[in-house]
Nanobody, 118 residues
Framework: VPLQACGGGLVQPGGSLRISCAAS????????VAWLRQAPGKEREEISC????????IYGDSVKGRFTMSRDNAKGMVYLQTNTLKPEDTGVYYC????????????WGQGTQVTVSS
C-alpha cells in the first residue's frame, strides 16, 4: 500500500488527535501532499496541502487555526495535528500524494475515521 493512514478515533468536542500517513515504495519528498476528508453524506474536501518545494501548508477555512499539517520526508511521513475538534470535523480522513512531471503519479491512503462526539 503506497500510503497508509492511521491515528483516527473517537474524541470529544474540543479534543485533539494526531493522524499520520506513511509512504512506501516512492520518494515522498518529490510529491505534493494533501489531507482530505469526507463527512457522512458529503463530498470529499481538501483541508490542507503542502507542496514539494516548501514546508508551508495551506489550509481550508473550515480547519484554519485548528489543524496543523507537517511532513517528514526523511521518514516518509505526513502528519495532521487536529485541535479544538468539532462534531462537524467527523469524517474519513485521507492522505494524497501527487507528482506531475512528464507523467502523473497520484497515490491515495485508505482513510482513517475521525469521530467527534460527546
Amino acid at each position: 500500500v503506497p500510503l497508509q493512514a492511521c491515528g483516527g478515533g473517537l474524541v470529544q468536542p474540543g479534543g485533539s488527535l494526531r493522524i499520520s500517513c506513511a509512504a512506501s515504495g516512492f520518494t515522498l519528498g518529490r510529491y505534493a501532499v494533501a489531507w482530505l476528508r469526507q463527512a457522512p453524506g458529503k463530498e470529499r474536501e481538501e483541508i490542507s496541502c503542502i507542496s514539494s518545494t516548501d514546508d508551508n501548508a495551506i489550509y481550508g477555512d473550515s480547519v484554519k487555526g485548528r489543524f496543523t499539517m507537517s511532513r517528514d520526508n526523511a521518514k516518509g511521513m505526513v502528519y495532521l495535528q487536529t485541535n479544538t475538534l468539532k462534531p462537524e470535523d467527523t469524517g474519513v480522513y485521507y492522505c494524497n500524494a501527487d507528482l506531475r512531471t512528464a507523467s502523473w503519479n497520484n497515490y491515495w491512503g485508505q482513510g482513517t475515521q475521525v469521530t467527534v462526539s460527546s
